[in-house]
Nanobody, 122 residues
């Protein structure tokens, strides 16, 4: 089992930045792929970004390309999401996700975090 704990959420004005962190514990050898999803009120959970174990492969949703950056520190079993130029539509609960073998995507998440709220205001 892998336990995931997110942090770094909060409230920010449009155009601002936040950095989310997700620390993995437990069977961390199973964290090949790590990623972030988000869910806005009344909407389905959607993919945001993902990264493989080495960090050499990253993927992003079109809506965040050029504004968000995913990275990881394997020594600390932690994945990060640097969010810049935040928009009102980025408001959501952000969830950390892990897949044991691939970069996690819709329908391929083995473990979820509990989520952290990000609120962007005008």
């Amino acid at each position: 089992q892998v336990q995931l704990v997110e942090s770094g959420g909060g409230s920010v004005q449009a155009g601002g930045s936040l950095r989310l962190s997700c620390a993995a514990s437990g069977r961390t050898s199973s964290t090949y792929g790590m990623g972030w999803f988000r869910q806005a009120p009344g909407k389905e959970r959607e993919y945001v970004a993902g990264i493989n174990r080495s960090g050499g492969i990253t993927t992003y949703a079109d809506s965040v390309k050029g504004r968000f950056t995913i990275s990881r520190d394997n020594a600390k079993n932690t994945v990060f999401l640097q969010m810049n130029s935040l928009k009102l539509e980025d408001t959501a609960v952000y969830y950390c996700a892990v897949n044991r073998y691939i970069i996690p995507g819709p329908g391929t998440v083995d473990y979820w975090g509990q989520g952290t709220q990000v609120t962007v205001s005008s």
